[in-house]
């Protein structure tokens, strides 16, 4: 834990979006001493009294000004291809690849030696946004390999803002939790600072602690799991219109446990028992947000 004689200070790119507020929160609650920047300020009220600074991360004086004097950055700035409204591949790229570049260069130029770098599940070659996550790892990979730095690389499955029954759904298909994205990049920065990895990667998804048996066959075996877990939960997904996907995507998880000490806390499980106890309440679910989340 950081405590008042160890305080670091950290930049959070993309400090005003869906995961930068939340990251900077729970790293500022670990004691972290934050500087928040972004293209616009937060709108969140509760995050007013920490610095910003505007940052265009295709700008290097921009970048340059907003590193200097930190001693950690975490880079979740990033366009993605799921955006609304739509974002053009040249942006996206301009964004990701020539704003990933100019934040390498300034943790180079003021010897930023701690980074968490948010990559995502759709590393690949599979479309743009998947290939600006392939070049974005392999500069904080040269970072590490022509400075030492320590780097965390963090492979996000969707955590996009969605309505609350659309958050259930996604999360029986390959989505994760806001609060398991922030805890994990604050796991991941407290690493990088005490210099406990070298480059390291990892998933970070749900874990519903299902049997292979189910989760590969959810289609069929997956409401009765629903329901041993949570008594009623299968009625409740039919009640909403939340359909079984045929497999539902699992991940060993063991080695972040073992050197970021983290884990996810949020599933499938969590969802069905706090929409059974709305629906209990008479709670109009359709209306609602995924937890501490809102409207782009």
């Known amino acids: 834990m950081t405590t008042a004689s160890t305080r670091r200070r950290v930049l959070v790119t993309g400090a005003s979006g869906n995961a930068g507020s939340a990251v900077v929160r729970l790293a500022r609650e670990a004691g972290f001493d934050v500087r928040m920047a972004d293209v616009a300020p937060p709108a969140d009220h509760d995050l007013r009294d920490v610095e910003f600074v505007r940052c265009d ?56 030696s701690s980074v968490v770098f948010a990559s995502s599940m759709a590393y690949g070659w599979g479309g743009v946004y998947g290939v600006t996550k392939v070049i974005g790892e392999d500069l904080w990979r040269m970072h590490h390999e022509t400075t030492g730095a320590s780097v965390a690389l963090l492979r996000y499955h969707d955590f996009v803002p969605k309505p609350y029954l659309a958050w259930g759904a996604m999360l029986l298909r390959n989505g994760v939790d806001r609060r398991d994205v922030a805890s994990a990049t604050v796991a991941a920065l407290h690493g990088v600072v005490e210099h406990k990895v070298d480059v390291f990667r990892t998933i970070v998804h749900t874990a519903h602690g299902m049997p292979a048996a189910v989760a590969g066959d959810f ?42 000490g983290w884990r996810p806390a949020y599933g499938i499980v969590d969802f069905l028992t706090d929409l059974r106890q709305r629906d209990a309440r008479g709670e109009d679910v359709t209306t609602l947000w995924a937890p501490g989340q809102t409207p782009d």
Do not use: K, M
């Open 57 to 112: 991360t295709r700008t290097p004086a921009d970048v340059d000004r907003a590193v200097r004097g930190c001693d950690a950055v975490v880079h979740l700035a990033a366009w993605h291809c799921a955006h609304e409204p739509p974002v053009s591949d040249e942006t996206i790229f301009a964004v990701n690849v020539d704003g990933t570049f100019n934040v390498v260069q300034a943790c180079r130029d003021h010897g930023v």
């Open 219 to 260: 289609a069929n075996r997956g409401r009765a799991w629903c329901d041993e877990q949570v008594p009623g939960s299968g009625a409740l997904l039919e009640r909403y219109g939340i359909a079984l996907p045929a497999q539902v995507e699992q991940h060993d998880l063991t080695e972040a446990g073992e050197v970021l």
